[in-house]
């Protein structure tokens, strides 16, 4: 099974530990978010990952070399150009065989059984799945009942986007972690850099973009320096 991390971005909200230090190398509990999350994937069976880096990319490229994990591991090099989620996974596409890619934050720390989310990708026979749970956020995914992708919300900014007009929409927030069928990256913009939730968003007024709930997920953003340390108590729990 072939996966990808996104941890190419720049960490601003980790200011000032990512003055010199790229955010995948922030250490949680004396292990660092990429460690955590490539040996995530190694236990749920995952042998071939790829990496986007940009910011302090030879750092994250050292710490690969000396270290030595039970997976094929290669680097999509963005140091040129920060490319978003979107753009990154598009650009990573050469790397990809034709079988599902499960992306997955570097910054996410969870509980979440990645092999029988990929299983259940599978048997739904859908082009994208979305891991998402219903827990408070400022910005929420929206489905309908079928949970099929119907639109987006910011609760915050008062901003919607409904792709499917439908009754009784489903607030669930995304816990950053999905699967895709290298596919339909042929179907994402022509720009170079962008969101994949937005691409998602446009694919999903032609196709059925599926949910998959996790209400009971034990999952935390390591994005803000109060997270930290109960990012450090997750771990030791999970």
């Given at each position: 099974?072939?996966?990808?991390?996104?941890?190419?971005?720049?960490?601003?909200?980790?200011?000032?530990?990512?003055?010199d230090?790229p955010?995948?190398?922030?250490?949680?509990?004396?292990?660092?978010?990429?460690?955590?999350?490539?040996?995530?994937?190694?236990?749920?069976d995952?042998?071939?990952?790829?990496?986007?880096?940009?910011?302090?990319?030879?750092?994250?490229?050292?710490?690969?070399?000396?270290?030595?994990?039970?997976?094929?591991?290669?680097i999509?090099?963005?140091?040129?150009?920060?490319?978003?989620?979107?753009?990154?996974?598009k650009?990573?596409?050469?790397?990809?065989?034709?079988?599902?890619?499960?992306?997955?934050?570097?910054d996410?720390?969870?509980?979440l059984?990645?092999?029988e989310?990929?299983?259940?990708?599978?048997?739904?026979?859908?082009?994208?799945?979305?891991?998402?749970?219903?827990?408070?956020?400022?910005?929420?995914?929206?489905?309908?009942?079928?949970?099929?992708?119907?639109?987006?919300?910011?609760?915050?900014?008062?901003?919607?986007?409904?792709?499917?007009?439908?009754?009784?929409?489903?607030?669930?927030a995304?816990?950053?972690i999905?699967?895709?069928?290298?596919?339909?990256?042929?179907?994402?913009?022509?720009?170079?850099?962008?969101?994949?939730?937005?691409?998602?968003?446009k694919?999903?007024?032609i196709?059925?973009?599926?949910?998959?709930?996790?209400?009971?997920?034990k999952?935390?953003?390591?994005?803000?320096?109060?997270?930290?340390?109960?990012?450090?108590?997750?771990?030791?729990?999970?």
């Open positions: 099974m072939q996966a990808m991390i996104l941890a190419a971005g720049l960490g601003t909200r980790l200011k000032p530990i990512t003055d230090t955010k995948a190398l922030v250490k949680i509990n004396d292990r660092t978010l990429l460690e955590i999350t490539i040996r995530k994937l190694i236990e749920n995952f042998r071939k990952i790829i990496i986007n880096v940009h910011h302090f990319a030879d750092k994250i490229r050292d710490f690969l070399d000396s270290n030595t994990f039970a997976a094929d591991i290669i999509s090099d963005e140091t040129d150009l920060l490319l978003d989620t979107g753009g990154g996974i650009y990573a596409q050469r790397f990809f065989d034709d079988s599902p890619v499960l992306v997955h934050n570097v996410i720390i969870s509980n059984n990645l092999k989310f990929y299983q259940y990708h599978i048997s739904d026979d859908s082009i994208v799945s979305l891991c998402v749970s219903k827990r408070i956020s400022s910005r929420y995914l929206l489905f309908n009942s079928n949970n099929i992708l119907c639109g987006w919300q910011d609760v915050k900014k008062n901003e919607k986007i409904i792709i499917r007009e439908e009754k009784n929409l489903n607030q669930l995304f816990n950053g999905h699967i895709l069928n290298p596919q339909i990256i042929d179907l994402f913009p022509k720009e170079k850099v962008f969101s994949v939730i937005n691409a998602y968003l694919i999903a007024e196709e059925d973009i599926h949910a998959f709930i996790s209400n009971e997920i999952w935390i953003d390591v994005g803000k320096i109060d997270s930290l340390e109960k990012a450090e108590l997750l771990t030791k729990n999970i």
